[in-house]
């Protein structure tokens, strides 16, 4: 995502999900974000999940079929992910596991 000056490695090519993230020095994005990993849960309705909570990154649209907002959460920042278009290649197909 080179216009938010953000490099992504996609979740999809570690083992174990994780997407790595790097910010160019400039990068428009909280010193939060940029110093302390975070997570990132999908919801299905970011405005309600929103609501209450100490907004660090207000929600935005980086790219087209996702919506993001960024939330403090005990000193740590969480990323909250709508995906408006329920096919976006990004999205994690949910598998359960039988034990």
């Avoid at 938010?4 to 083992?15: D, G, M, R």
């Avoid at 649209?61 to 408006?84: C, H, K, M, Q, Y």
């Amino acid at each position: 995502m080179k216009h938010l000056k953000l490099f992504v490695v996609s979740h999809e090519k570690s083992e174990f999900g994780v997407e790595w993230m790097r910010f160019e020095a400039d990068a428009a994005v909280p010193d939060l974000v940029r110093q302390v990993p975070h997570v990132a849960f999908e919801v299905a309705d970011l405005a309600s999940d929103l609501a209450g909570r100490e907004i660090l990154i207000p929600p935005n649209s980086p790219s087209d079929g996702v919506r993001v907002a960024f939330i403090v959460e005990n000193g740590a920042p969480i990323e909250l992910l709508e995906f408006t278009d329920p096919n976006h290649p990004a999205r994690r197909q949910q598998t359960k596991t039988l034990i």
